[in-house]
């Protein structure tokens, strides 16, 4: 009989399953972490627990929180499970599982709750995973957005906040006001300089409530950038089902990501941080070509498979992965037009990651699906895509490829797959994508029109020409067949046009 997820049960649980050689006594808050979903468990919480198993920067514990509705929800799920939870890497060799014992708290979803405890000394880091379009930034100009409405809102109202950047300040202000060291704030999102997106974001909305406290936090807050890596599926019954059926574990709310684990982060903290070094943290003095490298491959090839891959009717990503045709494009898109953006790394292959990444996208364990990495494209093609072709433009690289993605794209954003099915577009910006998608049978190249993910782009007459060009064969030809063009090479892609 499974054993439902608490402390009292942990002694209970099978021999198979790894727990904490600490307790929850040994456990003290340091780190307030806002945005507890499946990935922040997978990776930051994964090397805090390995730290404090090796009896190790204890007084580093998570305390979780939430700013969105849905967090609630989420910590209603990990409260009545004393805040554990099993983590099962997808090994395709060996399952493993393993129960993290290193959030000791959750606050309620509640401004003044998360403002009280920022200002608490004890707590040293604040770190994030809010997602890429969570931090306010402005696709026209890159800065922070000063006319979003939740932003305005907090503008007029700081001392009642409802963004997390509003409720940074105000525990910066109270932290200031006290005469106490300020927290660090660490970004975990998969963004291109995340510290520097952060601090722009802390920085512009201070900027409209104080700018004696903006010129404080400028002064004496750190914000590292990091780079962060492992593939992380959302929890469904399925893997609930799994924990239950496979580990004996009654777990509302487990996580099941892949066996890699990957962190580089830039060695600079306000007030001190755990000895992540001792638990596989590659602390760098530069984390930019990093970052890079994994946003353009790793990032970008989720992209680069996940819009091809509804469009071919694939439901999970190592389908799609093991489907050689879009095999095939990745790996030529990477090796010829993402990998020649890229700085050098001592000591670091890029041809070998990518490999690394072809491999671990095909992995059958991992359920991750389709229309996961689909989401919110408007927002995560500025972030893994365009910068990429940005810089290959500027090179005067090699871009069919390039465009080739964001005509893909497009052509997903039309709603309906090769077969006809409908596709969900799941996407703040869903109406404009669509009206502009459905206009390029007429424009070819009227999806780039849309000001506030292209930006200028537009007015690239390089990039327009090849858009277009992929954009009349995908709507003459399926998709397969123009990957198999583009992969061929100039004289295919000139037969199919």
């Known amino acids: 009989m499974a054993q439902k997820l608490t402390l009292a049960n942990l002694p209970k649980l099978a021999e198979t399953v790894a727990r904490p050689s600490y307790g929850r006594a040994d456990l003290s808050a340091g780190i307030l972490h806002i945005g507890v979903g499946n990935f922040h468990r997978a990776h930051q919480a994964v090397y805090l627990d390995r730290l404090f198993d090796m009896g190790e920067s204890r007084d580093w514990a998570i305390v979780g929180a939430g700013v969105k509705h849905f967090d609630q929800a989420t910590r209603d799920r990990l409260e009545g499970q004393d805040w554990l939870s099993t983590i099962v890497e997808l090994d395709p060799d060996q399952l493993g599982a393993r129960v993290n014992g290193a959030m000791i708290d959750f606050l309620p979803v509640d401004p003044a709750a998360i403002v009280a405890k920022l200002a608490d000394p004890a707590i040293r880091i604040v770190s994030l995973t809010v997602t890429e379009g969570g931090y306010y930034v402005d696709a026209l100009t890159g800065g922070f957005d000063t006319r979003h409405p939740e932003v305005q809102a907090d503008a007029g109202a700081p001392a009642s906040p409802k963004t997390v950047f509003g409720m940074i300040i105000a525990g910066l202000r ?30 512009g909305m201070a900027r409209l409530v104080d700018a004696d406290l903006a010129d404080w936090i400028a002064d004496n807050v750190a914000f590292p950038n990091g780079m962060v890596d492992c593939i992380t599926p959302a929890t469904t019954d399925r893997e609930r089902a799994l924990v239950r059926d496979r580990f004996g574990i009654e777990d509302a709310a487990p996580v099941i990501c892949e066996p890699f684990h990957q962190w580089v982060l830039e060695d600079h903290f306000t007030a001190g941080r755990p000895a992540l070094e001792k638990v596989g943290v590659e602390f760098v003095d530069n984390v930019t070509p990093y970052e890079l490298m994994k946003l353009r491959i790793l990032n970008g090839g989720h992209a680069a498979i996940a819009y091809v891959g509804a469009l071919l009717g694939h439901t999970y990503s190592y389908e799609a992965m093991n489907d050689p045709d879009i095999a095939a494009w990745y790996a030529h898109l990477g090796r010829t037009e993402i990998i020649p953006t890229l700085d050098p790394i001592a000591g670091v292959d890029f041809d070998a990651y990518l490999t690394t990444c072809i491999a671990r996208f095909g992995n059958t364990a991992v359920a991750d699906t389709v229309a996961r990495l689909c989401l919110d494209g408007s927002n995560r093609q500025p972030k893994f895509i365009l910068p990429t072709l940005r810089d290959a433009l500027a090179q005067k690289g ?53 000001t506030d993910v292209f930006g200028d782009l537009q007015r690239n007459a390089r990039l327009c020409a090849a858009f277009s060009d992929w954009m009349q064969m995908l709507w003459a030809h399926d998709p397969r067949t123009v990957l198999r063009a583009y992969v061929a090479g100039p004289e295919a892609m000139r037969k199919l046009a």
């Open 174 to 203: 109270a932290r200031r006001d006290a005469g106490q060291v300020p927290f660090t704030v660490m970004s975990c999102d998969n963004l291109p300089e995340n510290g520097h997106v952060a601090r722009n974001s802390v920085l």
């Open 398 to 450: 090699a871009i069919d490829g390039l465009a080739l993605e964001i005509a893909l794209w497009c052509r997903f954003c039309a709603a309906t797959a090769d077969a006809g099915s409908e596709l969900a577009l799941e996407d703040e910006r869903a109406r404009a994508l669509s009206k502009a998608a459905l206009a390029t049978r007429d424009t070819p190249d009227a999806f780039l029109g849309i």
